[in-house]
Nanobody
Framework: QVQLVESGGGLVQAGATLRLSCAVS????????MGWFRQDPGKEREFVAA????????YYANPVKGRFTVSGDNSKNTLYLQMNSLKPEDAAVYYC?????????????????????WGRGTQVTVSS
């Protein structure tokens, strides 16, 4: 059974930096994509960033492009989300997810339905 555990969330002021981690355990050989999503209370969960596990393809949602960076460490089975210049509108619960499905375009990596396993999330709060 694949398990994902996010960490690194917290309360920060606008303009600050946070680095989220997603530790993946279990039989992940063959998993293709890793993604980050977020959900603010009262809103639908939305795509943030995703990458092919090998790092060959990386995609970002427009609201975070230029501020967030997704990366992975295969040796540690860990996915990261570096978040710079945080804004109050970035506040949400952040989730990581993994998928076995092949993707080649943004619309696929951003589609929540392709991800088979999800973490429980880590809270990010940004004060103005």
């Amino acid at each position: 059974q694949v398990q994902l555990v996010e960490s690194g969330g917290g309360l920060v002021q606008a303009g600050a930096t946070l680095r989220l981690s997603c530790a993946v355990s279990g039989p992940i050989f063959g998993y293709y994509a890793m993604g980050w999503f977020r959900q603010d209370p009262g809103k639908e969960r939305e795509f943030v960033a995703a990458m092919k596990w090998s790092g060959a393809r990386i995609y970002y949602a427009n609201p975070v492009k230029g501020r967030f960076t997704v990366s992975g460490d295969n040796s540690k089975n860990t996915l990261y989300l570096q978040m710079n210049s945080l804004k109050p509108e970035d506040a949400a619960v952040y989730y990581c997810a993994v998928s076995r499905d092949y993707c080649s375009v943004y619309e696929c990596f951003a589609n929540q339905a392709i991800y088979q396993y999800w973490g429980r999330g880590t809270q990010v709060t940004v004060s103005s």
